[in-house]
């Protein structure tokens, strides 16, 4: 049989080629802008882990469910353990925007590591996530957009206690008397994985994340840097955008029971319905 005048073989063989072009095309153009977005991520996100193993795996994936994906990682092993190493890893080695910071124990919570991360950073937008908490999938979105006037912001600090009731912090940073409190007093209204702010003001600080005082929380330590900045503007998103599951309401808690418990949330937090819950 003559191959090019079968006109059915022929028309097959053309659409395959047309196919195989088409499919090229799209992997080279997704290539572009993959490699383009790396090399210009909106968001750098630092996310610090030192003895929760496995339970790293749930937070990082709750990165990867993120509606803007437009982001670098930074994992911050401060002398973690096997398990949190062997996480860390396989997700940097897995997709090209994770970067591992393995390193030994550090002065109290390796704040020192999290700044030599920054310095090498390429993001516009900085935020955190602990290694047992979790993001709904709009967290960065709605970062974005409150850094977009402003230099620092933190949504609504939201977590679950030991008896599985919801709890939340309603105070503002936008509030005067609330940041004269946090710089006086011990008073924290927001941990880490609410946070976010500009990369440039984060530069603008005399000294950013170093070990502080023993006495003070070291994210309150590191908050007042912002607070005393001059020339810096401040917001609150009135909204819940993560999930903290705290570890000091989890000590008689094994790693395993932990692993289950942030598996089930995580799994709660796919769903609108229940995000829509808590706002």
Same mark, same amino acid.
Not at 19 to 37: F, S
Not at 69 to 84: K, P, R, T
Not at 91 to 103: E, G, L, M, T
């Given at each position: 049989?003559?191959?090019?005048?079968?006109?059915?073989?022929?028309?097959?063989?053309?659409?395959?080629?047309?196919?195989?072009?088409?499919?090229?095309?799209? +992997?080279?153009?997704?290539?572009?802008? /993959?490699?383009?977005?790396?090399?210009?991520?909106?968001?750098?996100?630092?996310?610090?882990t030192?003895?929760?193993?496995?339970?790293?795996?749930?937070?990082?994936?709750?990165?990867?469910?993120? +509606?803007?994906?437009?982001? @670098?990682?930074?994992?911050?092993?401060? #002398?973690?353990?096997? @398990?949190?190493?062997? /996480?860390?890893?396989?997700?940097?080695?897995?997709?090209?925007?994770?970067? !591992?910071?393995?390193?030994?124990?550090?002065?109290?919570?390796?704040?020192?590591?999290?700044? @030599?991360?920054?310095?090498?950073?390429?993001?516009?937008?900085?935020?955190?996530?602990?290694?047992?908490?979790?993001?709904?999938?709009?967290?960065?979105?709605?970062i974005?957009?409150?850094?977009?006037?402003?230099?620092?912001?933190?949504?609504?600090?939201t #977590?679950?206690n030991?008896?599985?009731? !919801?709890?939340?912090?309603?105070?503002?940073?936008?509030?005067?008397?609330?940041?004269?409190?946090?710089?006086?007093?011990?008073?924290?209204i927001?941990?880490?994985?609410?946070?976010?702010?500009?990369m @440039?003001?984060?530069?603008?600080?005399?000294?950013?994340?170093?070990?502080?005082?023993?006495?003070?929380?070291?994210?309150?330590?590191?908050?007042?840097?912002?607070?005393?900045?001059?020339?810096?503007?401040?917001?609150?998103?009135?909204?819940?955008?993560?999930?903290?599951?705290?570890?000091?309401?989890?000590?008689?808690?094994?790693?395993k029971?932990?692993?289950?418990?942030?598996?089930m949330?995580a799994?709660?937090?796919?769903?609108?319905?229940f995000?829509?819950s808590?706002?």
């Amino acid at each position: 049989m003559n191959f090019w005048k079968n006109k059915n073989v022929h028309f097959d063989y053309l659409k395959l080629t047309a196919k195989v072009y088409l499919l090229k095309r799209a +992997t080279w153009l997704r290539r572009i802008y /993959t490699k383009n977005m790396y090399m210009n991520p909106s968001f750098t996100i630092l996310i610090p882990t030192f003895n929760h193993g496995y339970l790293l795996k749930y937070a990082l994936d709750s990165i990867l469910l993120q +509606t803007n994906q437009n982001f @670098e990682v930074f994992i911050i092993c401060d #002398g973690a353990v096997i @398990e949190g190493r062997k /996480t860390a890893w396989r997700y940097a080695f897995s997709d090209p925007r994770f970067n !591992v910071v393995d390193r030994p124990k550090g002065d109290r919570h390796g704040e020192a590591y999290r700044h @030599e991360a920054l310095l090498s950073a390429k993001g516009k937008f900085v935020c955190y996530l602990g290694d047992d908490d979790l993001w709904f999938p709009d967290h960065l979105h709605q970062i974005e957009q409150a850094l977009a006037t402003c230099d620092f912001v933190h949504s609504r600090h939201t #977590g679950v206690n030991d008896q599985n009731q !919801v709890f939340s912090h309603y105070d503002s940073i936008e509030n005067v008397e609330i940041r004269q409190r946090m710089l006086n007093q011990k008073f924290n209204i927001f941990g880490p994985t609410v946070v976010g702010h500009r990369m @440039e003001t984060y530069r603008r600080l005399q000294e950013g994340w170093a070990p502080g005082p023993s006495d003070i929380w070291s994210d309150l330590n590191m908050w007042r840097k912002f607070i005393r900045l001059e020339e810096i503007n401040f917001a609150t998103i009135p909204a819940v955008t993560a999930l903290f599951l705290p570890s000091p309401f989890r000590l008689k808690m094994t790693l395993k029971e932990r692993e289950e418990e942030m598996a089930m949330w995580a799994e709660k937090i796919r769903s609108s319905t229940f995000r829509n819950s808590l706002q």
